[in-house]
């Protein structure tokens, strides 16, 4: 028989088996050899107990001098079985043997590091490297507060401190970046990250490596969500968001996706005809294949985007939906004034919402409130985006009469398509210039503050905001009462910059983020969804 150890096992110790050998036969035994096999252990241990001096119908009690030992990826329970073999032969040998299982006791502290999410294995040379670990909590105390660490050959090592609130608890898990990025070197490194808990029991979990390849670009395109439009009556509508990681433009893309896991009826399609997305943004492709209605409801949808020679596969594809609305917004009004008695008219407009593709947009032109003689023209916004720095310009094949002063009596506004919010389809904003091709010259920069994409969010999202000259900016994030979560600080270039949100740790709902700049505060609403 097995018997029970007098203190449960742990993680990071050696278990050392205790049996008990009975004596069934007439003979004293003392020459027995006792074994035992445990799950991952594939050769059995075995031991030889000479002069062991076992008088018939009596029971000795034997510990094995050699254990198990146990890991965190151990079984718990895990399986053991115990057998003998005697010499001579055992004339009976149907209770030589006996399984078991064994209980593995809690650790009471114990944060381990599950992977290294980033970098990649492949990364841009002569390149700000930023770091982030997973980590999880396998001991029974919450963590409030954990020492990381990494290091890389020739950058020295970086010590930071996590602060959990709530505290992180037995069985949670949780993504930190580190603050501090390093500059990779050409060629191949080791990345070392490491937690330094004090009191953890348990150390084969502390440290995790990475090799990383320094070279001259990377290639990565992932895949963020998708997005439903299901405004039409008949058809379901989708449309991927992806990202590129790379450190170059990438073009070429293929999009696709696939419904209640049939690989065998793939759409595929290529993104934008072949444009290229710059590094760091995102690209939304509409599908041109939608989905009937009639069909409805489909258990998974899961889409994925490609490009030839990416470095990392492992994030192409996503099965995360939203629901996706159509907005389409007026900005402002260009009036090009030259020697010519009547002006030539350009309507500057953007997609509000979520949805893109080719959409058709209605423009209305009204002079001097004379609604009975407003000009109206057709406009097609070919590959749409959700995007509020893809600016449409529509250009009036109509003329207005030129005003000698410069002033106009001017309004505009559009017919966007299944529109959700009709409060930003009118503008009287305009602006005179001089010039030919109004958007080709740059507007004067002012201090401005962009909605995130995405929005909702889970993981990740991008805050766009623009400065009209080079200085420091603070970002924070409160809660609905006030509370200030996270502080960004940092010095931006003249123009629009974007700061990346990633796992900030914050539970579903309702957030705002504040900008600083100089004595200028903008504010906006963001939404986090699990």
């Known amino acids: 028989m097995i018997l029970e150890p007098t203190a449960l096992p742990n993680y990071g110790s050696n278990y050392y088996p205790r049996v008990g050998i009975h004596n ?93 999410n980033s970098p990649n294995a492949q990364i841009v040379s002569n390149d700000q490297i930023e770091v982030a670990i997973q980590i999880r909590n396998y001991g029974l105390d919450p963590v409030s507060e954990l020492p990381v660490a990494y290091s890389v050959p020739g950058a020295g090592q970086v010590e930071e401190t996590i602060h959990f609130n709530p505290p992180l608890y037995n069985g949670d898990e949780y993504v930190y970046r580190f603050d501090r990025t390093f500059r990779s070197s050409f060629g191949a490194v080791n990345l070392k990250c490491w937690t330094g808990l004090e009191g953890d029991y348990y150390h084969d979990n502390d440290t995790v490596y990475k090799r990383l390849e320094g070279t001259s670009s990377t290639r990565d395109l992932e895949a963020k969500y998708i997005t439903i439009d299901d405004s039409d009556p008949n058809t379901i509508a989708l449309q991927l968001a992806f990202m590129n990681r790379s450190s170059v433009g990438v073009g070429d893309i293929t999009v696709g996706y696939f419904v209640n896991g049939d690989r065998e009826n793939i759409v595929q399609e290529t993104y934008r005809l072949g444009n290229t997305v ?107 985006e959700p995007n509020p720095n893809l600016i449409r310009y529509m250009n009036f094949t109509q003329r207005i009469p030129k005003s000698e002063d410069g002033t106009y009596n001017i309004m505009a506004w559009i017919e966007y398509p299944y529109d959700a919010d009709h409060r930003n389809d009118t503008t009287h904003v305009y602006a005179v210039r001089s010039y030919v091709g109004l958007e080709e010259v740059a507007e004067e920069l002012t201090f401005d503050l962009e909605q995130n994409q995405p929005n909702p969010f889970d993981a990740e999202t991008a805050i766009g905001f623009t400065l009209p000259e080079a200085g420091e900016a603070t970002l924070t994030i409160s809660n609905n009462l006030g509370q200030v979560l996270k502080t960004i600080k940092g010095t931006y270039g003249s123009g629009r910059n974007t700061i990346v949100l990633r796992d900030l740790g914050l539970p579903e709902g309702i957030y705002y983020y504040t900008m600083y700049y100089k004595e200028q505060k903008k504010v906006r609403k963001m939404i986090i969804t699990k």
């Open 278 to 384: 710059p590094a760091g943004t995102y690209g939304y492709h509409r599908f041109d294949a939608t989905l009937p209605k009639a069909n409805a409801p489909y258990s998974i949808v899961t889409a994925f985007v490609s490009a030839d020679g990416e470095n990392d596969r492992t994030n192409d594809t996503t099965s995360v939906l939203y629901m996706g609305y159509r907005d389409g917004v007026a900005d402002s009004i260009l009036i090009e004034q030259t020697y010519l008695p009547d002006c030539r008219v350009q309507l500057k407009a953007h997609n509000g919402g979520t949805i893109g593709g080719t959409t058709q947009v209605r423009a209305h032109l009204v002079l001097n409130g004379d609604f009975a003689n407003q000009i109206i023209e057709d406009f097609t916004w070919e590959y749409d």
């Open 24 to 116: 069934y036969g007439t003979r004293v035994l003392d020459n027995v050899e006792v074994c035992y096999t445990s799950e991952g252990l594939y050769i059995p241990i075995c031991e030889n107990l000479v002069n062991a001096g076992i008088e018939p119908g009596e029971t000795m009690e034997y510990t094995f001098e050699t254990g198990t030992y146990l890991t965190v990826d151990s079984p718990d329970p895990f399986g053991i079985c115990a057998f003998t073999r005697l010499n001579p032969t055992d004339v009976y040998s149907d209770n030589d043997s006996l399984c078991q299982d064994i209980v593995i006791g809690p650790l009471q502290k114990d944060v381990g590091i599950i992977s290294i």
